[in-house]
């Protein structure tokens, strides 16, 4: 999975990755929202070279994406993206199978620079039928619900100002979704 991993792009202070996903692997088991107790904020993962098998093959979309620059790592950019390797149940029913899909969340505010460039890309991505899943993220142990954007956005020709105002109101929706406390089952 590494392999195909941006050239000389390191992850540096960031540790957007041990924060926000849930991580629900036998090896380890952390909410939403919580510093993974292995993690040091600004120092990273205090086991690196043991960590478990879950943490090692995962990967950002940011360390995947050369398209992307250095101003969308996580952590500055507030825009957390990951790679689905295998379409999951979100996508069922509305897009085609592909071999993969994205899955965006939204941290915090957006720059106007970030705004622009990532309503360019998911128009593109939905346009060519990737999937794309747009979540917020919540408070600490929460999590709000997710949104296919490809059956919602598909309708408007991508390049339209319509496409630009149907995504400007699914952020505010997905911003706006009450969020759920975690429990693992």
């Known amino acids: 999975m590494s392999a195909d991993l941006v050239p000389h792009r390191e992850c540096g202070p960031c540790s957007v990755c041990c924060k926000v996903p849930i991580i629900d692997a036998p090896e380890l088991k952390k909410k939403p929202g919580i510093l993974c107790p292995n ?75 970030h705004t622009e460039l990532l309503a360019a890309n998911i128009a593109s991505l939905v346009a060519g039928d990737i999937p794309v899943v747009l979540t917020v993220a919540g408070s600490p142990e929460h999590m709000r619900g997710a949104l296919l954007l490809n059956p919602i956005l598909k309708p408007y020709p991508s390049n339209d100002a319509v496409f630009a105002e149907a995504l400007a109101v699914v952020f505010r929706a997905c911003h706006d979704m009450p969020a759920q406390q975690y429990a693992f089952a």
Do not use: M
């Open 39 to 113: 993690c040091v904020a600004g120092a990273g993962c205090q086991i690196y070279e043991i960590r478990p098998h879950v943490c090692r093959v995962h990967f950002c979309g940011w360390r995947h994406l050369a398209l992307l620059d250095e101003s969308w790592r996580p952590d500055i950019s507030n825009v957390y993206i990951e790679l689905k390797s295998l379409p999951s149940e979100e996508y069922c029913g509305f897009v085609p199978a592909l071999p993969s899909g994205l899955r965006i969340t939204i941290l915090g505010e957006l720059s106007p620079k």
